[in-house]
């Protein structure tokens, strides 16, 4: 893909013509200047996915960049924090299967899922391990106006039971560990058409993973709905797929995309660092 000439504090190549781009010339060790910040912000909105190469960065560095996209949150979710910092959650994989090759966004499941999440490679496999990401806005976009009309109003439910109850009840104490995330994370519900609010773009907000059913609707045709909708991001034209490197950033929008991690190279090990940005209530 050719460069962009829009932006004046580093080069941005996009990687497919829907979604996706790079950016080049920054070192995320130095200070990103507020001219810098502003760009980096309209590039995230326009590609909402941003991949950077070869930062050999630390968990100060990751979070300060994380910073110019909005506010990092502490870890709540199943993953550990780095140890001292609490905004580096720590992803690791050890031969298994993480749960996450089926495409979803992150923590919809949640009142305010994150806005936005962080990853930076720290140890990768020798292949394999690619992440896709599909664009929910140009899913939305190219649906007919009759399905639009049909969709919009409605509202679906999301519920980490559905995959996760095997990972929360793993190691000591699981049990209780699950009644506790039970209390605290009872289903959720969000409208099936989700209005982006710092775009003002409406998108698809339903995924395979977390989505269990579509509310106020007979349950046949609320199932058929939501297969064929949780089925857009399978669509090759809305995609970007990423082949992860030593010391690769990746930022993208949770709230307009969802994501595929390829489960391809096990038993081979491989750990990230996430941060993740706080939410507000999809509206």
Same mark, same amino acid.
């Given at each position: 893909?050719?460069n962009?000439?829009?932006?004046?504090?580093?080069?941005?190549?996009?990687?497919?013509?829907?979604?996706g781009?790079?950016i080049?010339? %920054?070192?995320?060790?130095?200070?990103?200047?507020?001219?810098?910040?502003?760009?980096? =912000?309209?590039?995230?909105?326009?590609?909402?996915?941003?991949?950077?190469?070869?930062?050999?960065?630390?968990?100060?560095?990751?979070?300060?960049?994380?910073?110019?996209?909005?506010?990092?949150?502490?870890?709540?979710?199943?993953?550990?924090?780095?140890?001292?910092?609490?905004?580096?959650? $720590? %992803?690791?994989? =050890?031969? =298994?299967?993480?749960?996450?090759? $089926?495409?979803?966004?992150? %923590?919809?499941?949640?009142?305010?899922?994150?806005?936005?999440?962080?990853?930076?490679?720290?140890?990768?496999?020798?292949?394999?391990?690619?992440?896709?990401?599909?664009?929910?806005?140009?899913?939305?976009?190219?649906?007919?106006e009759?399905?639009?009309?049909?969709?919009?109003?409605?509202?679906?439910?999301?519920?980490?039971?559905?995959?996760l109850?095997? @990972?929360?009840?793993?190691g000591?104490?699981?049990?209780?560990?699950?009644?506790?995330?039970?209390?605290?994370?009872?289903?959720?519900?969000?409208? $099936?058409?989700?209005?982006?609010?710092?775009?003002g773009?409406k998108?698809?907000?339903?995924?395979?993973?977390f989505?269990?059913?579509?509310?106020? @609707?007979p349950?046949?045709?609320?199932?058929? %709905?939501r297969?064929?909708?949780?089925?857009l991001? /399978?669509?090759?034209?809305?995609?970007?797929?990423?082949?992860?490197?030593?010391?690769?950033?990746?930022?993208?929008?949770?709230?307009?995309?969802?994501?595929?991690? *390829?489960?391809?190279?096990?038993?081979?090990?491989?750990?990230?660092?996430? *941060?993740?940005? /706080?939410?507000? =209530?999809?509206?």
């Amino acid at each position: 893909m050719t460069n962009e000439p829009e932006f004046k504090t580093f080069t941005l190549e996009r990687a497919t013509p829907t979604i996706g781009a790079f950016i080049h010339g %920054l070192d995320l060790r130095e200070e990103i200047t507020p001219e810098c910040q502003d760009e980096l =912000r309209s590039a995230f909105l326009k590609h909402e996915v941003l991949f950077l190469r070869d930062q050999q960065i630390g968990p100060d560095d990751q979070i300060r960049f994380a910073k110019v996209f909005g506010d990092p949150q502490e870890v709540s979710a199943f993953f550990p924090s780095l140890p001292g910092n609490p905004f580096i959650e $720590v %992803l690791e994989s =050890r031969g =298994r299967a993480a749960g996450t090759d $089926v495409w979803h966004s992150d %923590l919809t499941w949640q009142g305010n899922p994150n806005s936005a999440t962080c990853l930076h490679a720290q140890q990768i496999p020798p292949c394999g391990g690619d992440t896709l990401w599909a664009s929910m806005t140009a899913a939305y976009d190219a649906l007919p106006e009759t399905m639009k009309e049909l969709i919009d109003g409605l509202e679906a439910v999301h519920d980490w039971e559905k995959e996760l109850t095997g @990972v929360v009840r793993q190691g000591e104490n699981g049990e209780a560990r699950y009644e506790e995330t039970r209390r605290k994370y009872p289903p959720m519900t969000h409208p $099936v058409v989700r209005k982006h609010p710092e775009t003002g773009r409406k998108l698809v907000y339903v995924n395979e993973l977390f989505t269990t059913r579509i509310s106020g @609707v007979p349950t046949q045709l609320g199932d058929s %709905l939501r297969t064929m909708l949780t089925g857009l991001a /399978k669509t090759p034209e809305y995609q970007v797929r990423f082949r992860w490197e030593p010391n690769s950033v990746v930022i993208w929008d949770n709230r307009s995309t969802q994501h595929y991690a *390829v489960g391809d190279y096990h038993p081979h090990y491989r750990l990230m660092h996430r *941060v993740t940005l /706080k939410g507000d =209530r999809p509206a």
